[in-house]
């Protein structure tokens, strides 16, 4: 005869599939040793005859019987004996936890006489009948289906009546009344007795569970998330003998980690109560006390802990977290299951772990999730206080700031300077506030999307930003900004958190961030697992500094329009792009030439030996100049401002009278008038349709080639300069936007013409890397023609997603993204999460294509993909050699490929 | 001994390697029975002999004097022989015809005696010293490196000395003189004598040819078409017997046709002189006869001319261009060579020699170049009177066009009506100004490029446009636009060439196009031939019409949009976009409903029963508004109105008059303020910043489903309708810009939830396909999943360029693309010619992924290259189904669809 029913001794713990997941646990359990209250499982298996034929299979009820006797004989306490009662739990399991699916039974097998057995046990007639009082609630409502508001109106009905607020207030004799007025709305609604029969109780019981499979909440939740028979079909049932933690004073109830979850340190932590069930200590009525106060309370008994904490650890090679009932000095563990922890502790008993030989490196590194180690890089807030938000903007740049409001960037720069704390808060960012974001702790802004200027440029400096919080409501000329009735003036401190976009008043505390010593181990043992290089995205030597620090080996881009936006320089890029002709723009190109060669010669000193790659200039010059429409207004201002001038001139002319002069002559206006029509015009001219698909990168080199040649001298002379310095510079140079083979020829023999003047006029020999970056679908179908002159790729994936999906980032992620992830069109945002099917199958295009020309071809990625983990597992997948991430990212990154390396094999 | 020299009657007319080009062709000729005038050719094997060894190879001069000996024979004349000259032509003749390469020696044998023999001969003094005169001159440059001027100079002192300004008024004398003179300038020069002896004249003419391959006109030329040893290697030299027209009336000379090249009707074309030589024509002394004429003048002679034409055609199967002299009443063909003809000739011969047997129907076909149709299918301008452009613009949509300026839609559409042909003048145009193209002849604007508003929408209505056409400055409030120095006022007329991009003042004649019952034959050959079907974009019944008259089987892109922009439409449009809420939005939309299900009926009609795909709104909703700028220019303009009108009341009332109502009350104004500020808002609330990558498509589908509601009951219900009235319409529904097959899927439980529903009302069965555009990368690579859903796929290749080249097309043509081009880093505009590497490569993806699912998939293309015959071709080759082209393309397309099949094969 088939076996249905398996004693926790008996059972296979790892056949979730026949026991289910809870039942597999107490078989595995009890079978490695730890004192399990003895039990059985019913398997699902007999759960699906049971729903097949609509009745209890034949032979169940015996098998059932003859386990309980087992359960009699182990405990020497009788089912249904009202002399020393056996009394037992029953509760669903099925192969995958679904959580809240049915309510546990506790305390079956009582009766009115086995609950006079319980109350002398116990010593406790209160906790007696409330036991009792509990157990016919749960098993009318569960079993019997008794709607629970005819007990709970029975109940309030008592209370009201002893004139008691909280359930505590009652006597034992309340709660005597409770049940039996319990008993009669039972047999009211059921038309029956409550059954007094253990036996009765049992198969009632187990039938329930069983039926509980196809309930409308189950078949829900199975359809909600997707659960197919093939991961779970049917539940068992597990029969647990009740132990009670509330026998007298060698006896105790308590939960416990074996390490601590807030740290990681490797000590016992936990709580627990002498003489209690679980239910006082969800009560509240008395204080747990810390886990280590028993070993002086009792000794004895927190020796079994110890004991059952080391079985645990080394059982499960991972941190447990335990529930245990102690009944007349006897130990009972209850259930374990692995310890959740913060980050910091998940790396601390990571390394710790491993060092114990509890678990191996690849295990180390497999236990932290790479993008919980965020948590550990940036501030963030304290928010145990529950401060309530003021606004809600989109999470752009992670970290948490607090400071004072100020509406532009001179205005930031002056407090910066002050040594004050300021957050800049604009309607949306530019390149000329750059030097607020440098002396800003944050950025928040009410529009824009996550690839905003603001965002951005926060990201890569590792700033916090809120950007596009909608709710606000900026006015940059009042200095002021409004959310709903409240007013934020110039100065009125608030904090930002950029890990979830929220906006609130006043200086909430933050939690500095710790890069601890057992993470840079974890991270060097990752470093010694991945096969990819992680690199930093980085465009100044502060940057550069910071992505050393965070491990980076190698700056895998380094934008050189940042530089073009430093307060000093703007002014001298506006001229060169105003330049009339070739000759005035190389002479604007001459002043940027020294200051571009200076920066690049500081950072690969930095970071020597590791290599830098320098990105050729990528954005449309349009975006160097002021807007179109603020421009024109203050073309209108200043012309209103003559206009006024000149009729009060005239006017005290007229009245004879001489005329005052304003300070600003007439001259001086026009003077500006004309220069900013020019810029004006310029603007216009240089207006695009579509800018991401516009005039930018490559093109610009091709059509304006002497800012490419400023730039390729630039990176040469410093890289000479280093030379002569005896630094081992490695500096890369990379040209954006390519979509042909011809463009990367063209700019290569400007590089090879500049490079022989350089190496003649310095006497020096230089080292570096020419190469292409693969941000355009041509570019990737054509990579082997690009590979034909590139000596390494990267894959700019912000672009090359907004190319394969035809989305702009922006107008996507405003305009209808969210409501294609919320409606489950898609699944991920394409800008956050790689797109494997679409963009992936463009790279991995790229990668074939380019390595069937230059087998040792470098390929990396410098996309913000490149900092994700699920995107860099997909990288390692398709033999990248490196990835490049912002600064702060570059830890997980690193996890992130050691992780990729060690599930992908290979 | 290795032959080296080949006469006429000998050689491989088809080994132009050994003879040259004009050698083998001279064989050829005299081979199928042609009177050549005998004569020899000396292979190019002994040129690189000769080049090699740097001396004539020996016995080669002993072969060629045998060849003479035959000429002697064959024509009864002897070489040097003073009573009975025999003179010979010299030239070169390379595999691979290199134009002007060397000068062609005439009558070499010519010497102070022999010169009698040929004044005698043809009994012209005259002629006889000129022919000598000119022999001495070529000779000398050619042959013995004299530079011309020297000659030059004695020419010029004679004719100052005869007191004559041309060539003509010279006498025998002065010529006898002129050649004397020559002869002194050879010996002064060379230090030599001029060679008297006719051999040695020959002998250096053949090394001068020989040289001539190494010469620097060869070797750049060569080197400038990239023109390998491989492809020509040395020259041959051809030996021919001079024959002369001049030697009475029993002589003439002549070129002709064997069809009429500007008609092709099939009778013999061309002129003749008699007694006259091919100088005399150049020199414009005589006015040839049309050859019609020798058949009443010389009969005997135009027999053998009409025999030489049917020889000719029997055997080149083409058309030929062909010189002849008749010598005494012999007639010699001295050159033939296939006719240069008009498409029109192209179209008639072909037919015509197909139905003569000449040629098969692949043969007929592929003699007509697809791109050549384009002249017969748009009026063009009879520019026989070379006018002179008033400026330069794009060549947007081909055709000619004159009439008068308009300066704004209105105007055009006023003057339209009234029966005024108008051209509309703009800066660039907007959908708002729809109706403006509809009255008008033609569009110029001087913004834009090949992809601007006005581009695209008058190839899509078949009118000519110019624009771009940046000289012009368009004043639009003034009513006028200047170039230069001239100004355009509203009513001038002007000219413009839209397949020139060239703008006239004034009417300039037009050519109507002709579409032939040859054409329409040869159309009818290439369907039979074609695998791809042809059919037409089409947005309105009208152009229905006109697609079904130039042959389109269907309609393959049905613009809704375009529909929107009508100017009775467009208020319900904006009402629509301005909707604050669904319901507001649903009534708008419930007002075009009937508009368009009554556009969609009219259209399913016509082209019933072949396919009509209807094109789901694709361009960002923004587009049907009015611009930014202008809008405020209004409002501010509306507002300072209000202030005026209230200071002037103001004013007035102070005075105590009576306030005046200016007709437009203070609360109307108001009310037109507020509405534009409304319009101004949502235009800025919807402002996108890569519009191309924007909110559009499937996207705005899913989004806001009501539009595609309405828009999908509008075909269904059309086709209801057309089911009852008995008519087979077949429409088909496309879904713009999808990237996944989820977004597919839910347009299409919208369309099978409408079908249920209009089958219900209507008690009729639908029939109609779903399908998608791919337009995306993303859709490419996603194919398999849309195909899915997708009964069929249609390219939108300008969109598809779009994105894999990341170049917005307007942002490109207008900044970088012509320079990428010129500079030869593009061979051609990748939005004129399909680009294979790249979009070729997406689209052979996105074929195999979707017949993979569904092998029946059918496939079309609906960009602008779908009228392109080369795209076309590789349209045929990754096999798919039709191409869909603007109406006036689609004859065009058919040729080329069958010139695909036949080139691809299959």
Redesign the interface.
């Known amino acids: 005869m088939k076996k249905r029913v398996y004693a926790f001794s008996e059972g296979d713990g790892k056949n979730k599939r026949l026991l289910g997941g809870k039942g597999a646990n107490l078989c595995e359990m009890t079978q490695i040793g730890l004192n399990v209250p003895p039990g059985f499982v019913i398997t699902t298996e007999a759960c699906l005859e049971y729903l097949a034929d609509k009745k209890l299979p034949a032979g169940l009820m015996d098998e059932v019987r003859e386990h309980m006797a087992r359960l009699e004989r182990a405990t020497g306490k009788r089912f249904g004996d009202p002399a020393n009662p056996l009394l037992v739990s029953v509760r669903s399991g099925s192969a995958l936890s679904m959580p809240g699916m049915m309510d546990t039974i506790l305390n079956l097998g009582l009766n009115h006489d086995t609950l006079q057995g319980l109350i002398r046990q116990t010593g406790n007639e209160r906790f007696g009948h409330d036991a009792y009082r509990r157990f016919i609630q749960l098993f009318g409502k569960v079993a019997l289906g008794v709607p629970d508001e005819l007990f709970d109106a029975e109940f309030e009905a008592i209370k009201h009546q002893a004139g008691v607020a909280a359930d505590i207030g009652l006597s034992a004799v309340h709660l005597a009344d409770i049940g039996e007025r319990f008993l009669a709305v039972v047999r009211r609604h059921t038309g029956k007795p409550f059954p007094e029969d253990v036996y009765e109780q049992l198969e009632i019981a187990i039938r329930a569970v069983f039926d509980s499979w196809m309930g409308k909440r189950a078949v829900d939740y199975r359809r909600e998330f997707h659960i197919t028979p093939d991961q779970a079909n049917g539940t068992a049932v597990n029969v647990v003998t009740m132990v009670f933690g509330n026998m007298g004073d060698d006896s105790a109830t308590g939960v416990g980690f074996t390490r601590n979850p807030g740290t990681g340190e490797n000590e016992m932590f936990g709580e627990y109560l002498v003489n209690a069930q679980g239910e006082d200590v969800v009560a509240g009525i008395r204080t747990p006390k810390p886990v280590h106060e028993m070993a002086t309370e009792m000794p004895a008994l927190y020796a079994q802990l110890v004991e059952l904490r080391d079985k645990l650890e080394a059982h499960y090679h991972e941190v447990q977290d335990f529930e245990y009932t102690i009944e007349k000095g006897v130990l009972y563990c209850l259930q374990t299951r692995n310890g959740k922890m913060n980050a910091q502790a998940m790396v601390r008993t990571s390394v710790e772990m491993c060092r114990e030989g509890l678990i191996t490196r690849d295990q180390a590194l497999l236990r932290v999730n790479p993008a919980h180690l965020e948590q550990l890089l940036h501030p963030c807030l304290d928010t145990s206080h529950n401060p309530t938000p003021l606004a809600q903007g989109l999470p752009a740049s992670p970290g948490a700031a607090s400071g004072r409001c100020v509406f532009d960037a001179d205005q930031a720069e002056l407090l910066g300077r002050a040594g004050e704390k300021v957050i800049l808060v604009r309607e949306e960012t530019k390149p000329e506030d750059i030097h607020g974001f440098f002396a800003a702790q944050g950025i928040l802004t009410s529009r824009g999307g996550k690839t905003s200027h603001a965002a951005v440029v926060a990201r890569g400096m590792g700033k916090a930003c809120v950007a596009g919080a909608e709710g606000i409501r900026v006015d940059s000329r009042a200095r002021l900004a409004t959310v709903g009735e409240v007013t934020l003036h110039e100065g009125d401190i608030i904090t930002i958190d950029g890990s979830t976009g929220r906006v609130y008043l006043g200086a909430i505390p933050t939690i500095a961030p710790t890069f601890s010593e057992h993470l840079r181990t974890l991270l060097s043992w990752a470093d010694e697992a991945a096969h990819l290089k992680v690199k930093a995205n980085a465009d100044t030597p502060e940057a550069a500094k910071e992505a050393r620090e965070f491990g980076a080996v190698g700056i895998g881009l380094c934008r050189t329009e940042r530089m073009f936006n430093a307060s000093d320089r703007l002014p001298v890029v506006v001229e060169m792009i105003l330049a009339p002709d070739v000759e005035e723009r190389k002479a604007a190109l001459d002043k940027l030439l020294p200051m571009q060669r200076c920066d690049f010669q500081a950072i690969f000193t930095l970071m020597a030996p590791y290599p830098v790659t320098v990105r050729l200039l990528d954005p449309p010059i349009h975006e160097f100049l002021p807007d179109e429409h603020s421009l024109a207004d203050e073309i209108d201002a200043l012309r209103q401002f003559r206009r006024v001038a000149k009729g009060r001139a005239a006017a005290l002319s007229a009245l004879g009278q001489a005329v005052e002069t304003d300070g600003v002559g007439e001259d001086a206006v026009a003077a500006v008038i004309a220069r900013k029509e020019r810029l004006l015009a310029k603007v216009r001219e240089l207006h695009?349709?579509?800018?991401?698909?516009?005039?930018r990168g490559v093109?610009l080199g091709?059509?304006f080639p002497e800012i490419y040649e400023m730039q390729i001298r630039a990176v040469l002379e410093a890289a000479a300069e280093c030379v002569e310095a005896g630094v081992a510079a490695a500096p890369e140079i990379m040209v954006p936007?390519v979509?042909?083979g011809?463009?990367l020829e063209?700019v290569r023999a400007m590089v090879d013409r500049l490079r022989q003047e350089i190496e003649a006029s310095h006497g020096v020999r230089l080292d570096f890397k020419f190469g292409s970056m693969v941000?355009?679908?041509?570019a990737c179908?054509?990579a082997d023609g690009l590979a034909r002159t590139a000596e390494f790729f990267s894959f700019g994936t912000n672009?090359l997603t907004?190319?394969?999906?035809?989305?702009?980032r922006?107008?996507?992620e405003n305009?209808?993204l969210p409501?294609?992830i919320g409606?489950?069109?898609?699944e991920d945002n394409p800008f956050e999460v790689l797109?494997v099917?679409?963009v992936g199958?463009?790279m991995r295009m790229a990668v074939e294509k380019g390595r069937s020309v230059r087998p040792d071809l470098e390929i990396g990625i410098c996309g913000e993909h490149g900092g994700h983990p699920g995107s860099i597992r997909f990288c390692d997948g398709i033999g990248l050699s490196y990835v490049s991430c912002s600064a702060p990212r570059v830890p997980v990154a690193r996890l992130a490929a050691a992780h990729a390396a060690l599930l992908n094999g290979g």
């Open positions: 695009e349709i579509n800018p991401m698909l516009g005039h093109r091709i059509t936007q979509v042909d011809a463009e063209r941000e355009t679908v041509r179908v054509s672009d907004q190319a394969t999906w035809s989305f702009s922006e107008d996507a305009k209808f409501q294609y409606s489950g069109i898609l797109d099917v679409g199958a463009m």
